[in-house]
């Protein structure tokens, strides 16, 4: 494997301690965490994922970027929607088991053990999603290591508006850096 560039570094700063303050600030963000559904023939998964965000009010379009050796990848691109799950912040847990391809079953209304159903674009929602956001892919674009995925909302729901979310600082997770 090659050894991946720093990219800038300031002059006069060492290379080495540059990247390592550049990936705690990074780190730092602030950022949701969530699970991404996504299916396309006859194939589905959960992703534990961060980075997603509106990015336009009219239209309601939400990005979510993943890495391009992903399954999810593959699957937004071919299926051409996503869902967005939110979490309870007690929910912690469930993240944990969705950072590899979702083992199927044994029944057609479990994905990696937990119980899910399929929503209006044929992506896989979370029964224990606290709201979830629908999205048909308009946009998609190559950034490096990951695909930038722009979708419009098409559909959502909110069978929990009062409880407080999990966010990636509840737990000792990270991600990029
Ligand atoms: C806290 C956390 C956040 C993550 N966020 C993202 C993300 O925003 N985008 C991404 O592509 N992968 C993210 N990952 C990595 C994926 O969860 C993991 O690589 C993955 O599930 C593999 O995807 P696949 O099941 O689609 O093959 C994150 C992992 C963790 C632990």
Redesign the pocket.
């Known amino acids: 494997m090659p050894v991946p560039s720093p990219g800038p570094v300031p002059s006069g700063v060492a290379p080495d301690g540059y990247d390592r303050l550049r990936r705690r600030v990074l780190w730092r963000m602030p950022s949701g ?1 969530y699970l991404l559904g996504s299916a396309a023939g006859g194939r589905r ?1 959960l ?6 965000m509106q990015v336009a009010i009219q239209p309601k379009l939400l990005a ?4 391009n050796d ?4 593959e699957l937004v691109r071919q299926g051409g929607a996503f869902s967005l799950c939110l979490l309870k912040r007690e929910d912690r847990a469930l ?1 944990r088991g ?5 083992v199927e079953g044994p029944e057609p209304g479990m994905l990696g053990g937990v119980a899910v159903r399929t929503g209006a674009t044929g992506a896989p929602i979370i029964s224990a999603a606290v709201a979830w956001l629908e999205c048909e892919v308009r946009q998609e674009t190559m950034l490096g290591d ?1 695909t930038l995925f722009v979708g419009e909302v098409v559909d959502c729901g909110a069978p929990d508006e009062d409880a407080p979310l999990l966010r ?1 600082e509840d ?1 000792r ?3 990029g850096g």
């Open positions: 965490l998964n992703m534990t994922h961060t980075w997603a979510v970027s993943v890495r992903a399954l999810t990848c993240v969705f950072t590899k391809p979702a990951h990636t737990t997770l990270n991600y």
